[in-house]
Structures are given as structure tokens and as C-alpha cells.
């Protein structure tokens, strides 16, 4: 996959105290951040803003199961057909570009997918395609080579335990299940309430106990992870506890 993003931003991170101002510019360019946790437990939002005040990468692994399953839903393809699966994926241009204002897009094979690999058929069928081994292979291989680079915070569910289990921080992100379908009801209803809040609650049940439940890279802590319960934290709070952890590390690095 290539990486094409804007120009890294310049780092400034209040939190850290001026001290970190060395530190930031020395580390921060290569640390490597894994966040993981279930379906509405705040990855996608928390990982977003952690990388853009560490001016570092952010990529959304979730993103990229979800146009591998737009594409075999397009193209008519069996779920349970994994070679097909795995043949397609292989075959699948992913690129994320970013928007100068920090919006991040994804493009399928030159064709941007971002609003429509958030609707119901894609959250539908996302877990029995992100359950392929095959599929899995292809895009944990593009995961990697992007890790590798270091710079980047990445989100998921198999980031510390497969795809980057080297990476410096690792955070596990959780919330009750009422909060996460508290928070993705309202985030559904943003564009228009078409679901209920049980329907999403159902959702995000069933994709949990499949993503947990799997046979390859299921949802789970890596040993070394550091949990955070979201459930009565805000955004802000999540997020500069993660910059607290980054700086410890970085501080770890420096000492
Ligand atoms: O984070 P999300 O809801 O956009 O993820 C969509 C699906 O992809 C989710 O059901 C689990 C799967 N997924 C995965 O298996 N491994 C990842 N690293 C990221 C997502």
C-alpha cells in the first residue's frame, strides 16, 4: 500500500511540558503506537488525534477489511469463499491520503471509499471477511511494511498481538457495552438516525463475540498492553493519558 499522507505536522505537545520539546523531535518521529479494543470503544477518534500531536502517521486497519469486504460484496463473491477472498485482497489497491484538513480518506484501487465502507452491507459482512486467513495475510504483510517506518499510531484488534507486537506502546481500549453503543448510535444518527440504540447495541454484540471469537488473530490484550476502560473518560482524557504513556516512553529512551 502506498503511503502518500501530507507533510508530517510539526510536534508540539503542551502535556509533555516544554522539557519534551529535544525528546519530541528525536522520538516521537519513530514510535510505534498499538490500539486495540473492540467495536465503539473510541480507537478510531482516540488514535486520530494521538497521531496528529505527535505528528506522526495514523492508519486505520479497520478501514482496510472493510474495502477488501466492499469489494467482494460489489463484485458478488460468497463469504465463505476464501480463496476468492484472499485472491481479491491480494489483487487491492489501498491508499490513504490525507486531506489538508487532516481528514483521512481512503482510496479502493484509485476510488475513494471512505463514506460508503461505513455503511450497514460493509458493517454487515466485515467480520467474516476480516476472518479470512488469507485476507488477513495480505493486509497484516501492508501493515507491517507501513510499521516497520515506525512513526505511526495503528488501530485494530490484532495490532500489539500480530501485526506490530514490537511496537513501544500498546494500548487496549474498552467500554461498557451500553457506552460503546451509546457513542456509535450517536455518531450513526450524525447522519441521519435510521437504527435503533438496541439494533446497534445487537450490532456491536455480534461483531465482538465474532472478532473475539475467531480462530486467527482474535480480539484480545496483548501481555504487555496497557488497558484503559474509556467508559467514563472523555476523548480528551483518553487521549492525553496515551501522551502521557508516550512520553514515559520516550522519557524511558532518552534516560
Ligand atoms: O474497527 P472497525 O469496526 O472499522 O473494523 C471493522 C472490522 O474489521 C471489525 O469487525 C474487525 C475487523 N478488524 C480486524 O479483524 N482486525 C483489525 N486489525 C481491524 C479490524
Known amino acids: 500500500m502506498a503511503r502518500k499522507m501530507g507533510p508530517w505536522r510539526k510536534t508540539t505537545i503542551r502535556s509533555c511540558g516544554e522539557e519534551m520539546g529535544k ?45 477488501v469486504t466492499l469489494k467482494a460484496l ?30 483521512y480518506h481512503l482510496f479502493m484501487d484509485g476510488e475513494d471509499v471512505s463514506a460508503e465502507i461505513r455503511m450497514a452491507p ?15 495475510e495480505v493486509l497484516v504483510k501492508q ?21 506490530l507486537p514490537q ?26 438516525c435510521t437504527v435503533t440504540k438496541d439494533e446497534v447495541e445487537e450490532d456491536l454484540k455480534r461483531r465482538d463475540a465474532f472478532d473475539a471469537g475467531r480462530a486467527v488473530a482474535p480480539l484480545k490484550p496483548a501481555a504487555d498492553s496497557v488497558t484503559l476502560d474509556t467508559t467514563a473518560l472523555s476523548i480528551e482524557e483518553v487521549v492525553e493519558r496515551i501522551l502521557k504513556l508516550s512520553s514515559s516512553f520516550c522519557s524511558e529512551q532518552e534516560g
Open 23 to 67: 525528546c519530541v523531535e528525536k522520538k516521537f518521529g519513530k514510535i510505534t503506537i498499538a490500539i486495540d479494543g473492540p467495536a465503539g470503544s473510541g480507537k478510531s477518534t482516540v488514535a486520530k488525534r494521538v497521531a496528529a500531536a505527535l505528528g506522526i502517521l495514523y492508519l486505520d486497519t479497520g478501514a482496510m477489511y472493510r474495502a
Open 122 to 136: 460493509v458493517t454487515k459482512a466485515v467480520s467474516a471477511v476480516s476472518a479470512v486467513p488469507g485476507v488477513r
Open 74 to 103: 460489489r463484485a458478488g463473491l460468497p463469504l465463505d469463499d476464501e480463496a476468492a477472498l484472499t485472491k481479491l485482497a491480494a489483487s487491492t489497491v489501498l491508499e490513504f491520503k490525507q486531506t489538508t484538513d487532516g481528514a
Open 167 to 192: 511496537a513501544d506502546l500498546k494500548i487496549f481500549l474498552t467500554a461498557s457495552l451500553g457506552e460503546r453503543a451509546h457513542r456509535r448510535w450517536l455518531e450513526l444518527c450524525t447522519k441521519g
Open 143 to 163: 501493515q507491517q511494511r507501513i510499521g516497520r517506518q515506525g512513526g505511526v499510531v495503528m488501530d485494530g484488534r490484532d495490532i500489539g498481538t500480530v501485526v
